[in-house]
């Protein structure tokens, strides 16, 4: 499987001059690597649900062995000492991880082209951006290069690039996964998610990864369903205790096809939120919305028209917000102790300002400026305070369409499908992309993104929201969608 | 003079290091005095993807600390970041306490007033954070050396009322919290290893008048003295400033000892702006009722009902009692000492005799000295008994000290056991008269002021062992 990979990546153009996906990886060590799991599985064949397969990670996420830079000049080189607990978890279910993907520079961005090593390119057309800033993790899974990836969220940096994609995009419940190892952009957005080929793939992604960890005290100790258990339908037969170390899943009872019939709907509320509708929606997408909207109808389930009123107001909240954590978080790459250090040699300020000048790009400056503005004194009750008081109005309509009776809401992933690389240089336009993903950060609720179709040759994805820890809904209504679909999913 | 005209108003800061074995939000050890940057992990060396994890340990001795000063500890307190940029801050925030402090309202009395009424000094607040590293200017030339060995160390910070109106007060305060923190065993409280840091805010105003003045922050302090003398010459300084027509302006002053003056701070503290926000890595700090319940249950007891106490159960003088009460250690030492020998004025006298002069060429522990108070007061016992004398006592006591030999055993092998034998006694007499013929002879032709003196050679023959009353006894019926 591993050599697979690395041959897909030279066929279909990976590198640098090509997709530019990746941004580390080491093909020797990896197969060595292989060799000895492939040797490991002689003697026992009970060495993971992943045992042999290649997963790529987003260059935010600590690893130990490839570099973590979060694609940008201020880490060039820096090698983690520890790693992430989710890619802890993945190695110990035995997968083997074989490359840190590009990205938006400290995930700032919609489209990866904000990454200090270039920009990737979607591997459906590669005019296109694939989305970001999980983009190098979505193409390399759209790409057929791994059938898992991790990404990471803070405002939709998983679903919108898996829509761009044509693949399955994972946010699941803030909490729900350790963000110990992941570098922080905005704390309390913050979660790590999957992409995978298809739901499946996704579903066993998440839970490798999800569950309690000591190490991150906003991770929650709710017990973890096994996703794929959804694809039968009904409600979450069985849980497995939250746990403090790397888990251990074992070989899946879990039969790997639902069989015909299972996907019903049946009794499932699905709401459909106006405000993700707008007249201004690109029309190819709401017809595609329109049709997913008739097959959940097939599969017995009932479509209610709900409101969540507040979430027009989703975009600058979250741009307030956002950018002040990160103007917190990215305090510490100051030249002291890692990364890049530029010293003019006049003085400490100097230091600082000449290392954080040339380290950072355009959009991370942007940001840091942004949030440090917002936090200071005499502004922060205008901005920060009201933009809290304001999230919390956003949480409060979700939960009370779910409190309301309503199981799972769908609305499109993105307003378009991708666009040309250097088609969008305001960045306000570009926070645009984020309109219909963001709320579920700022909840801190589960969203996932399926492909729903294609306009042109372009993938479109439909986003599936559910209330808090419920990932196993989510799913269920994608494994439905996914089966209903068939190859539509993909036309 | 113009400081008559005015009155000194102060409030207090006190960063307090509580003493836990791991750091405020990481495994890391506390130790004082390891090399450089050896106690450090990925979360307080601020790696990329590293989080913080609250110590619980350190809740547990900033709510003590906090019930101990009388403040109200707050169900639900939010951990802040505290944002700027300082090498020796490896986040480039620290994580503190904003608007919702763990504990707020106590307080702490520092002495009587004229009327015999409580001197009360008011505390704001209590709040927990973490502390900062090191930076060491000094060491290579051209360049800062920074050990992050103390980064993440749990502090507290104890914030008082502005109720302070001398530089004695602020003495008083000072000894009386760094007291009260010793006896709750939540700190070293040391200020030469820098586990208590004082700033101080100080304003002047005319006597009578409601309204502050404007402040200056007075940093740099490295002693309780050096606080009240930086008090001083910041006082004086403020008072001329106003008697010249002149404003006093907010800002930073750092003491400089070696020339007893203050002087501006280089940094702008004054326009810092910590843009203050909720620490979105830590959840808030919820301390339910029974725990603080519990804690308040389990609060040692504190340095004033531990005075009334002793002073009532050993009947020993306000006087004393503050003496032996001044650190746990030695109260607790002395109370060991008086419980096991019955004698609370003995074991008084010989605690801060004896035992503090013993400790003191090594500036040993006394929790840690060698004589034990069950040791001491067999000590006492046999003294008290007359099975060996006062002054034989002493050396026993001395031979304690060196081998750590029980006092029984002691005085047996030194022979020092005390004689009351009629005729080993006269035997003494006998000797001392002849081999002192020209006092034999004047005392016994009635200058009796000599008997002191013709007591002082027999006990000095008989190394100690004759008992005094009874060398007394027989010189006067020779005498007479």
Not at chain 1, 433 to 453: C, E, K, R, W, Y
Request: glycine share 10%.
């Amino acid at each position: 499987m591993i050599r697979a990979s690395f041959q897909r990546a030279r066929e279909i153009g990976a590198g640098a001059d090509g997709l530019n996906i990746f941004l580390h990886s080491d093909e020797s060590a990896s197969l060595e690597e292989a060799d000895a799991m492939k040797r490991h599985l002689e003697s026992a064949p009970d060495a993971g649900v992943l045992a042999g397969v290649p997963v790529a990670i987003k260059d935010n996420i600590a690893s130990l062995g490839l570099p973590t830079t979060c694609a940008s000049r201020i880490l060039a080189g820096y090698v983690s000492p520890f790693e992430a607990t989710a890619i802890t978890r993945l190695r110990a279910n035995g997968a083997l991880i074989v490359a840190k993907t590009n990205m938006d520079e400290f995930a700032m961005g919609s489209s990866t082209e904000n990454s200090a090593y270039g920009p990737t390119r979607n591997p459906h057309d590669v005019r296109c951006v694939p989305g970001g800033s999980s983009g190098g993790s979505a193409a390399a899974v759209a790409a057929g290069i791994t059938p898992i990836a991790l990404g990471s969220e803070t405002g939709g940096s998983v679903r919108q690039p898996a829509a761009f994609c044509g693949v399955v995009g994972v946010k699941p419940t803030y909490g729900r996964v350790s963000r110990y190892g992941l570098v922080a952009f905005a704390s309390s957005l913050d979660q790590i998610g999957v992409l995978g080929r298809t739901v499946e793939d996704a579903a066993l992604g998440l839970e490798t990864i999800a569950g309690f960890d000591k190490l991150d005290s906003t991770s929650s100790d709710a017990k973890v369903p096994i996703y794929r258990l959804s694809a039968l339908g009904g409600p979450a037969p069985e849980t497995r205790s939250p746990d403090t170390e790397a888990i251990r899943l074992g070989r899946s009872p879990v039969p790997l096809a639902p069989s015909p019939g299972a996907t019903t709907l049946r009794g499932v509320i699905i709401g459909k939120p106006k405000e993700y509708f707008p007249d201004s929606l690109d029309a190819s997408t709401k017809d595609l919305c329109e049709r997913a909207f008739d097959r959940f109808r097939s599969l017995g389930a009932t479509i209610r028209n709900i409101s969540l009123p507040r979430s027009p107001l989703a975009i600058p909240v979250y741009y307030i917000l956002a950018p002040a954590e990160a103007s917190s978080n990215l305090a510490r790459f100051d030249g002291v102790r890692y990364g890049l250090r530029v010293d003019p040699g006049k003085g400490l300020k100097a230091m600082y300002e000449a290392t954080r000048s040339q380290g950072f790009g355009p959009e991370v400056t942007r940001r840091v400026l942004l949030g440090t503005y917002v936090l200071s004194a005499g502004y922060y009750d205008a901005y920060y305070k009201k933009a809290q008081a304001v999230r919390t109005l956003i949480t409060d309509d979700f939960r009370s369409v779910f409190a309301s009776g309503v199981h799972a809401i769908f609305t499109p992933t993105t307003p378009t499908p991708a666009f040309q690389v250097g088609a969008i240089s305001d960045p306000y336009e570009m926070y645009l992309n984020d309109i219909f993903t963001v709320t579920a950060n700022l909840a801190g609720v589960p969203a996932m993104s399926v492909p729903i179709g294609r306009v042109r040759r372009l993938p479109v994805g439909g986003q599936i929201i559910t209330a808090h820890f419920d990932e196993f809904t989510m799913f269920r209504v994608a494994y439905a969608l996914e089966a209903a679909l068939g190859a539509e999913a993909h036309q | 003079m113009s400081r008559e005209r005015y009155e000194m108003v102060v409030g207090l800061e006190v960063h307090v290091q509580l003493k836990t074995r791991t750091k405020a939000f990481c495994g890391c050890s506390t130790d004082f005095g390891a090399p450089p940057n050896v106690n450090t992990c990925p979360v307080c060396l601020a790696l990329p993807g590293a989080l913080p994890v609250l110590n619980e340990r350190a809740v547990e001795l900033a709510t003590r600390a906090a019930l101990g000063l009388g403040c109200r500890v707050n169900p639900v307190s939010v951990f802040a970041r505290k944002n700027y940029f300082y090498p020796d801050l490896p986040k480039g925030y620290q994580i503190s306490q904003f608007d919702q402090p763990l504990a707020t309202g106590g307080s702490v009395v520092i002495g009587k007033n004229e009327k015999g009424g409580d001197v009360q000094i008011g505390i704001t607040r209590l709040h927990m954070e973490e502390d900062a590293g090191k930076s060491i200017h000094d060491r290579y030339p051209g360049a800062t050396a920074i050990d992050l060995n103390r980064a993440g160390v749990p502090l507290i910070e104890i914030v008082s009322e502005p109720d302070i109106r001398t530089s004695a007060g602020a003495g008083a305060y000072l000894r009386t919290l760094k007291q009260i923190l010793q006896y709750l065993d939540v700190s070293d409280v040391s200020m030469e290893e820098g586990s208590l840091r004082v700033d101080a805010n100080i304003s002047v105003r005319p006597p009578g008048q409601a309204t502050l003045g404007t402040k200056t922050e007075v940093k740099n302090m490295n002693s309780f003295s050096a606080v009240e003398r930086a008090l001083e010459a910041e006082f004086e300084r403020q008072c001329a400033l106003l008697d010249s027509g002149g404003k006093v302006e907010q800002q930073t002053l750092l003491w400089d000892g070696a020339r007893e003056t203050v002087r501006p701070s280089r940094t702008k503290e004054g326009s810092h702006d910590y843009r203050y926000f909720p620490e979105p890595d830590l959840r808030p700090l919820i301390v339910d009722e029974k725990w603080i319940s519990d804690a308040r249950k389990h609060l040692p007891e504190l340095p004033e009902a531990r005075k009334q106490r002793l002073a009532q159960e050993f009947g020993i003088s306000h006087v004393e009692v503050e003496q032996l009460t001044a650190t746990p250690a030695l109260s607790d030492y002395f109370e060991a000492v008086a419980r096991a020998s019955g004698d609370g004025k003995s074991a008084y006298n010989w605690v801060m005799g004896e035992v503090l002069a013993a400790l003191r060429p090594s500036g040993g522990d006394i929790a840690h000295f060698r004589v034990r108070p069950a040791d001491l007061a067999e000590l006492l016992n046999l003294v008290r008994d007359g099975t060996i004398s006062h002054t034989a006592g002493k050396r026993v006591f001395g031979q304690m000290v060196e081998t750590g030999k029980q006092a029984a055993q002691v005085a047996a092998d030194e022979g020092l056991l005390q004689v009351g034998d009629e005729g080993a006694i006269a035997t003494w007499v006998d000797e001392v008269l002849s081999e002192h013929p020209e006092e034999a002879t004047r005392y016994l032709a009635g200058e009796k002021k000599l008997q002191g003196v013709l007591v002082g050679f027999v006990m000095k023959k008989s190394k100690g062992r004759a008992d005094p009353k009874r060398v007394n006894q027989l010189l006067s019926t020779r005498g007479g």
